[in-house]
Structure formats: structure tokens, C-alpha cells
């Protein structure tokens, strides 16, 4: 019985989806990609003509057993509606539910308000690269969001550590000859996206570069000194990132460890 946003809902409205599973009377999705919106719009309309999308089938997002109907879509981006609007009914649940989806970013677009839930994915390899904070304060701002509002997720916070040099190993050195654009060895002052960084290659105990719990107090700026103890020796070489997202409190998200999107 909530009333949700979905702010970043990408081209597959996944978190909106599931809001809407889960029992949501009205779900408002946001997202700024045209191409994402449009491809989100055509699986839409494909499921209200019954046409089963397999990769959410599988993953059990699809919307395909609930009755689709009321889909509209208007041509300008320059008016104060959504840019599309679907109806949903499903026979175990009659209950009217209903998606808007609006073109623009989240500060821009004419959302109605009283969300108690705001679902997100605009996390970064750095949590706050992809404007979360801006996002959220400024739907604080507008009085968009009633005062038991939950977020999910609901904290998140990037770790960093200085690390040592890596010694690349023969096939490594091979794999990056591939690209064109770099050589076989890592270069100085350039930003690797890595999977698994190996633990032994840090030099000291990580420790919080950014801590956000956005049901709580977001800070746009701060100014910290971190000092770092060096647990064993070594020629420092840089700095690695990771992030450590709670979705729900119970729910965790390690970069360091699991496989995600986020590197």
C-alpha cells in the first residue's frame, strides 16, 4: 500500500517492478536516458499484449499475469505530466494500481510527492559519484517525501586504502596488450576498475571515505584528515575504492567481495 519512487529506474524499471509485486498502489519511476525510457516503455507495451520478456520472467520481474491496460504516452517533454502512464490490475490483488514514468532527472521532473518509499540504483564505484546526495536532499527540499519515508538502500559507503605495487602476472600483462589503448603494465595516475582486489596487496586497515545513511543526515560537503597505519611494509602504489551498501538492514552489499556492477 505504498507509494513509491524509483529514482534511476534505468531500461528495465527493475526496483519499480518489484515495488509494484510487493503491493504498491502507485509507483513513480524516474530515469534522465532517453534510449533507457524508450526501451523501458516497449516492454511495457510488449507485456500488455502479451508477450512474455524472458530475462524478467526469469528473475520474476515480469508483469505479464497482471492486466495492463490505460498506457499512455504524450509526445513533448515540455509539459508538467509523465511522460508515460500505465494501469495495472492482477486477480489475486484487484486493488487499481498505477506507473508513471517520467523523462528528466529527479530535481527537474513534476513529481506529484507523498512518497514513503524511494527505491534507487544512482550508487557509483565512489557512492556518491552519481549525484545520490543532490538527489535526495533536493526531494527533502521539495517536501516530496513523508517524514516515515524509507529508502532502499538505505546507507552506503565507500572505503578506500593505500595499497601496494601489483606485480601483473605474464597473462595479465598479455590481456591488457589486447586493448589498444593501454600498455601491458599499470600506468601512473589512471583510474582502474577492478573485480577481487587481492586483500594482501593493502597496506593498511580500510577506512571510510564517505559514510551516507540517507534517512538521516546528508552532508553535500565535509572536510575530514584520515590518517592511516601501515600494517606492514611495502612501496605504496595508490589508493583502492570499494563500497559497503545496506540495503534494508538486514541485506549487505561488499564490493570488495561480491560480484556487482559497481567496481
Known sequence: ????????????????????????????????NSWA???????????????????????????????????QRRESDRCATPYFTLSLEAAQNPMHRR???????????????????????ILGHIASSEGVVNAISNLRDRCLLTRDCVFVPRK??????????????????ILRLQDQYQRGNLQCLVKYHTDRFPEHAFLAKPTYFEYLDFG???????????????DHSGV????????????DGHGMINTLYDDTSWS
Open 99 to 121: 506507473l508513471q514514468l517520467f523523462r528528466d532527472f529527479s530535481s527537474d521532473a513534476p513529481l506529484p510527492g507523498g512518497y514513503d518509499l524511494v527505491v534507487h540504483e
Open 156 to 173: 552506503a559507503a565507500t572505503l578506500f586504502v593505500p595499497t601496494m605495487k601489483l606485480q601483473l602476472t605474464c597473462l595479465e600483462r
Open 236 to 247: 605504496f602504489d595508490g589508493l583502492h575504492f570499494h563500497m559497503e551498501v545496506d540495503m
Open 37 to 71: 525510457v524508450e526501451h523501458a516503455i516497449d516492454i511495457f507495451k510488449a507485456e500488455a499484449g502479451g508477450q512474455r520478456v524472458n530475462g524478467l520472467w526469469g528473475i520474476g520481474a515480469s508483469l505479464i499475469e497482471h492486466e495492463l491496460s490505460g498506457w
Open 1 to 32: 500500500g505504498r507509494n513509491v519512487l524509483d529514482v534511476g529506474c534505468g531500461p528495465f524499471c527493475l526496483l519499480s517492478r518489484f515495488a509494484l509485486q510487493a503491493g504498491a498502489i502507485t509507483v513513480d519511476c524516474v530515469e534522465q
Open 216 to 230: 538521516g543526515d546528508l552532508q553535500m560537503m565535509r572536510h575530514d584528515v584520515v590518517e592511516f597505519i601501515t
